[in-house]
């Protein structure tokens, strides 16, 4: 497969590329080269998803799924989303289960009560006041662009960041459920 992952220079993202190489598929990574450095056999694009002119490197390019790990604006997304759909068949999002309000004090599911939010808002990424709200906005971006069986949402929890060096802490069990999941939205 042709795979674009946005950001993949760091935590999940990196994890989802290391997989995906290591499966034999062919990635792409978009993202602003300022956080981490590129892993070695992926071809590395540059570009800026927060403004209309930071991903001119995708215009006309395809791709058989697109995973997005790193997006924090709507706004962001939604554009991403609308630039890749011509030439890629499924999108496949990373939310966050801060999505539902309550998910510290009960038991959420797929169709628990979800923050309020806009596809199409705008705000600092580094802004995480508004987190849960924003990945709901996020959500309805990726859905007002593709099809739910042309997309799949993720919803985990705590996602953790050091010492852990087993293979399915390292994002293998997401890139599972990626594959186990199409058109499906999993929390």
């Known amino acids: 497969m042709r795979i674009l992952v946005l950001g993949g220079t760091s935590f999940v993202g990196r994890a989802i590329v290391a997989d995906a190489l290591a499966r034999g598929h062919a990635v792409t990574t978009l993202n602003r080269g300022r956080t981490g450095p590129d892993t070695p056999g992926v071809e590395a694009v540059r570009g800026d998803r927060g403004h209309d002119g ?17 997006g924090l ?40 009560p979800r923050h309020p939010g806009e596809p199409d808002e705008e705000g600092d990424p580094a802004d ?6 924003r990945k709901v906005g996020c959500e309805e971006a990726v859905h007002l662009v593709y099809p739910r069986d042309r997309a799949l949402i993720v919803r985990p929890g705590t996602i953790g960041r050091g010492g852990w060096r087993g293979p ?3 994002g293998e069990a997401g890139a599972d459920a990626v594959r186990a999941s199409r058109g499906r939205t999993w929390w």
């Open 128 to 133: 995480h006041r508004r987190y849960g709200a």
């Open 73 to 112: 604006v709507p706004a962001d997304v939604l554009r991403t989303a609308r630039v890749l759909a011509p030439g890629t068949g499924f999108y496949a999002f990373v939310s966050s289960v801060s999505v539902y309000p309550d998910w510290k004090w009960v038991p959420v599911h797929e169709d628990s």
């Open 168 to 170: 399915r802490a390292r």
């Open 54 to 70: 930071g991903l001119g490197a995708l215009h006309g390019r395809s791709f058989d799924a697109v995973v997005d790990p790193s």
